[in-house]
């Protein structure tokens, strides 16, 4: 798989590429390693980077390059616990459970959230990082071919799906505050804990 090519056909033509990928195996080692470990970078990267150009960061580096490392660290955790969701859920929308097909289903699904991380390189622009909604719609359009859902039913696999992604954040974010400091996650980890959805 070439990763820039993933990418492009992902965002630019889901269908087509959403029918390529059925066929392929669901590893998640191979997914991981050269794929989400690549993608999931860009969030806490360009937060860490955008934090120290822009008026400097609110948090001393160490504090913030250890929040993106966690938030990195957690990225990979929720990714592969999304997939395990997506599998359980997808009988109660008529799907077929498929462990691989449903990590396949998140890992691509999520390339338009990770690829808006890149924004955090330039806080102003972040009103643009509702572009990551289109994940949702990835999501969507997989689902009838991934786990074979039936159409009718995508949009509320997509729903329930994306309201769990939503209360993993808020209890990571509950959690990660306790330890770090609520202010300190509000203004250092946004951009990583937004990766996680």
Not at 28 to 39: D, Q
Request: hydrophobic share 55%.
């Amino acid at each position: 798989m070439n990763l820039f090519q993933r990418v492009n056909d992902i965002v630019a033509s889901p269908k087509a590429e959403w029918a390529k990928i059925e066929g392929e195996p669901g590893d998640a080692r191979y997914l991981f390693s050269r794929y989400v470990a690549i993608l999931a970078a860009i969030p806490p990267v360009c937060g860490l980077l955008g934090g120290a150009f822009d008026r400097g960061l609110r948090v001393g580096f160490g504090e913030a390059l250890l929040l993106a490392i966690v938030g990195y660290a957690l990225t990979l955790v929720v990714v592969y616990a999304m997939g395990l969701i997506a599998d359980a859920l997808a009988p109660s929308f008529g799907g077929v459970r498929s462990q691989p097909d449903a990590l396949k289903l998140v890992v691509y699904a999520k390339t338009p959230v990770w690829l808006t991380g890149a924004l955090a390189l330039y806080p102003n622009l972040g009103v643009f990082s509702v572009l990551a909604l289109y994940a949702l719609y990835l999501f969507w359009v997989g689902a009838p071919l991934m786990m074979k859902t039936p159409s009718e039913k995508a949009a509320l696999y997509t729903a329930a799906a994306a309201a769990c992604g939503v209360v993993i954040y808020f209890a990571l974010y509950a959690v990660l505050g306790a330890i770090f400091g609520f202010p300190v996650i509000a203004t250092s980890l946004g951009s990583a804990i937004y990766s996680m959805m």
